[in-house]
């Protein structure tokens, strides 16, 4: 019996040992591929979900680039909180804000803080950028929430994309480490991360590796959250995940539940600027397929509820879509767009930035 176990603690050790070697052989592999370990660009925290890594460096294996970030992790080289209040501007958002697969000085928060930095009066003057991909309205408030007090400013942002920011508000009990809106019979409720104690020795000891073999621990990790957690959640709203399971019905269905996601996200937002002294504006960037057909039906429809719910809240939303509109006839082609990835390219961001400079400079 003594033999037969121990020839089962051989196999397994055995395992072990090839899963590290497969381990290394893959981080080897992206370092010869890409020169340098792909960029483990965010870090895991219990209430935003995510924050981006202070200093990160590295090649990002979506974009094909070498990335170097600031010192707070942001897209933005030049964040300061020593400014006085009426010469900074906060700027909340996702990817399009962040300014996926730009540097800092592309991105139309910087165009914006050169262009009004000599008509503002101040000496010096910061448009700050706290853009994060992936994330929703929801989790951009508590960005602003977090972020917003260590940098005071007389005037924020938040920058709504319809592509995914309405979908990226709600819980996925799929992603038990991202906070969300819970919409249940109408009520909409938040629903903390689930970070226990398995999961947060997981997170702990992947802060330390590249996204390759971390990947592998944050599986492991969600796999121990899901299955302590989707009991309690598997009759939870549908996520973005299941859309393409659904019928017409569904998907309007789905996207009012969104919209009343949205509503609660944008009211905890409203609560925040105002707990900051800070005006918050809410802008909606259009998809590329606004700008080359212009708006549909279906489309207007949402914008109207959520100039509705922004009228209802008290909060000033503009939609970008009039002044950027080039009806093409096609849906593949929009001159401020990356083609195939939907994110602002050069010209969108000088685009929007010129837009900003009128709406900023009356104020």
Known sequence: MCIRFSRIGQIIKKLLIGILISLLIGELFSIVIYKAPPVRENLYDAYLGWYPRPGAAGWNTESGKFVRKSSTGFNDNNLENSIKRNCAINFFGDSMTEGFQFSPDKTFSTILESKLHSASGCEEFR???????????????????????????????????????????????????????????????????????????VKKYATYFSDYSNLIRLIIGSIIAVNQHSKIHNDSQKSSTDLQKMGIMEIRETIEIQLQA????????????????????????????????????????????????????SIRCIDFLPKMVIRTLDDEISPYHLNGVGHLNQMGHKKIASILVSYYKDK
Do not use: W
Not at 285 to 295: F, K, M, S
């Open 127 to 201: 448009v700050n950028n706290f853009g994060l991909s992936g994330t929703g309205t929801f989790q951009q408030s508590r960005i602003m929430e977090v972020y917003g007090k260590n940098y005071p400013a007389s005037r924020s942002a938040i920058f709504l994309f319809l592509g995914n920011d309405l979908a990226n508000n709600l819980y996925n009990n799929e992603l038990p480490y991202k906070p969300g809106i819970l919409v249940k019979e109408g009520v909409a409720s938040i629903i903390e991360s689930n970070y226990n104690t398995s999961y947060s020795k």
């Open 262 to 313: 949205l509503e609660k996200s944008l009211a905890i937002a409203k609560q925040i600027s105002q707990n900051q002294k800070t005006k918050l504006t809410i802008f909606i960037i259009p998809t590329g397929e606004e700008v080359a057909l212009g708006d549909n039906k279906a489309i207007s429809q949402i914008k109207s509820k959520i100039n509705s719910i922004c009228s209802d809240l």
